[in-house]
């Protein structure tokens, strides 16, 4: 993904929400070095591979109210904090609401766990 794309598309989100997405996606950039971005149903997603959707680990998508970060194989990440939701199939995600809600080290904890379920 082309750092443009996710920046025009952040920039569409009111100034909250805008803020929760600059401090959400470097910590996604960061876990995931070697990951794939695109935009894929209008919002950013990462995938470990040169498609979106093959391989997919996460992605965020902004709501009136909130931003969705999602892990795909959300559900088999173990989570000690209890804040990952479960969701349709294996997704699970959270819902940030302030840029408080952002916790970089659990957040970064959840990709590397995904990513490894990927590499099983």
Do not use: N
């Not at 910590?27 to 070697?34: F, G």
């Not at 995600?93 to 659990?106: E, G, P, R």
């Amino acid at each position: 993904m082309t750092t443009t794309d996710v920046t025009a598309y952040l920039a569409g989100l009111d100034d909250g929400l805008r803020e929760i997405g600059k401090k959400l996606v470097p910590v996604i950039e960061a876990a995931l070095p070697d990951g794939s971005g695109a935009m894929w149903h209008g919002h950013p997603t990462w995938s470990l591979g040169d498609k979106p959707g093959r391989m997919p680990v996460c992605l965020l998508k902004a709501y009136r109210s909130y931003i969705t970060f999602g892990l795909w194989r959300g559900q088999e990440v173990l989570d000690s904090s209890g804040r990952l939701d479960p969701g349709s199939r294996q997704m699970a995600s959270v819902k940030l609401s302030t840029v408080d809600d952002v916790d970089a080290a659990l957040f970064t904890d959840w990709i590397r766990r995904a990513v490894a379920l990927e590499a099983k």
